[in-house]
């Protein structure tokens, strides 16, 4: 389903509780948000959707791929951009890595590991700053 934007800078601001295999209609309705914004969102996060747990979903390429408590285990080469996002307005600056590596679950909670760059890592990171209550 389809859910309204967040905007809330205070519930924005809070750190997300791990998810559950309870919470897997939470992948469903982030996936179908993220489609209704393919047209100026590339990623979110479940707290932009008002729900306080540790999902994101991230276009990469045709596909959204969900990531459920996901974790950075490796980072490499910083550099600085800058970036919009959805619940927020205005553009901001910030480090990101060109490359990360990621723990996380899959839509089916299994776990994955996977090795991402570039653009895909900068949404990855982006979505997990709002996992961890951090405003960009």
């Known amino acids: 389903m389809i859910k309204p934007i967040n905007h809330d800078l205070t519930f924005l601001a809070q750190k997300a509780h791990p998810a559950t295999t309870a919470d897997r209609q939470i992948i469903t309705d982030l996936l179908d948000t993220l489609?209704?914004?393919h047209d100026d969102c590339v990623g979110m996060a479940a707290?932009?959707?008002?729900i306080n747990k540790r999902i994101i979903v991230v276009q990469m390429g045709p596909f959204a791929?969900?990531?459920v408590n996901p974790k950075i285990t490796h980072r490499a080469n910083p550099?600085?951009?800058?970036?919009?996002c959805l619940s927020i307005s205005g553009q901001k600056t910030t480090t990101r890595?060109?490359?990360?590596?990621?723990s996380y679950l899959?839509?089916?909670f299994q776990p994955q590991q996977q090795t991402f760059t570039d653009w895909i890592a900068q949404i990855i990171q982006h979505e997990l700053d709002h996992c961890e209550g951090i405003l960009i």
């Not at 707290?47 to 008002?50: A, K, L, Q, S």
């Not at 890595?97 to 990621?102: A, E, F, L, M, R």
Request: charged fraction near 10%; aromatic fraction near 4%; charge should be negative.
């Open 35 to 37: 489609a209704a914004h």
């Open 47 to 50: 707290n932009m959707i008002g």
């Open 65 to 67: 791929v969900p990531l």
């Open 79 to 84: 550099h600085s951009v800058t970036e919009g």
């Open 97 to 102: 890595y060109q490359s990360i590596t990621v």
């Open 106 to 108: 899959d839509r089916q």
